[in-house]
T-cell receptor, first 111, second 114 residues
Framework: GEDVEQSLFLSVREGDSSVINCTYT??????LYWYKQEPGAGLQLLTY?????DMKQDQRLTVLLNKKDKHLSLRIADTQTGDSAIYFC???????????FGQGTELSVKP | EAGVTQFPSHSVIEKGQTVTLRCDPI?????LYWYRRVMGKEIKFLLH????????ESGMPNNRFLAERTGGTYSTLKVQPAELEDSGVYFC????????????FGPGTRLTVL
């Protein structure tokens, strides 16, 4: 089955850029997603990228997809303290569309 | 419009007891998914309903877990008897019909088995 790996922690200073990385094993995922979980809240879809794209930009968020290396990254420009959260990458698997998640990266933004 | 709701938000039970978690999806969403995150690990898929039918229950860990979705509206996930390793956060998500629509997540139920 699919495996999705992420680093567990990232700490940045306010105003810097954050880059959260993810690797996956199943190249058949049609879409790849980034979710954000704030404390006490559910998962919020931040952005997604279709598997035939290399890059997608959405305001402060940039998603890069390297299909050859099966590597996905999320860049947050001008990181703010409100961006502190856990970020999960996920692929979508087969019929029914169940999501396969990584372990989550806890982003800490220091003032 | 109300989002996905889950009840309770927290549950603390002793090993061997029974717990029932409830999920109310967004109205009109045929797809309902259950996921679980055990402490610090990845969020794992448990099962998927389309209306009242189980489409995929490949992620259910064992027969101590029973999920239902009577009438195709809300769903319950019962754990009986609970074991220590069942502790974690249980998330429910719902989406419109079709496999690629956005899944909207509830806030989760934190289950602690002592």
């Amino acid at each position: 089955g699919e495996d999705v790996e992420q680093s567990l922690f990232l700490s940045v200073r306010e105003g810097d850029s954050s880059v959260i990385n993810c690797t996956y094993t199943d190249s058949s995922s049609t879409y790849l997603y980034w979710y954000k979980q704030e404390p006490g809240a559910g998962l919020q879809l931040l952005t997604y990228i279709f598997s035939n794209m290399d890059m997608k930009q959405d305001q402060r968020l940039t998603v890069l997809l390297n299909k050859k290396d099966k590597h996905l990254s999320l860049r947050i420009a001008d990181t703010q303290t409100g961006d502190s959260a856990i970020y999960f990458c996920a692929g979508r698997s087969g019929q029914g569309g169940k999501l396969i998640f990584g372990q989550g990266t806890e982003l800490s933004v220091k003032p | 419009e109300a989002g996905v709701t889950q009840f309770p938000s927290h549950s603390v039970i002793e090993k061997g007891q029974t717990v029932t978690l409830r999920c109310d999806p967004i109205s009109g969403h045929d797809n309902l998914y259950w996921y679980r995150r055990v402490m610090g690990k990845e969020i794992k898929f448990l099962l998927h309903f389309v209306k009242e039918s189980k489409q995929d229950e490949s992620g259910m860990p064992n027969n101590r877990f029973l999920a239902e979705r009577t009438g195709g509206t809300y769903s319950t996930l019962k754990v009986q008897p609970a074991e220590l390793e069942d502790s974690g956060v249980y998330f429910c998500a719902s989406s419109l019909g079709g496999a690629y629509n956005e899944q909207f997540f509830g806030p989760g139920t934190r289950l602690t088995v002592l």
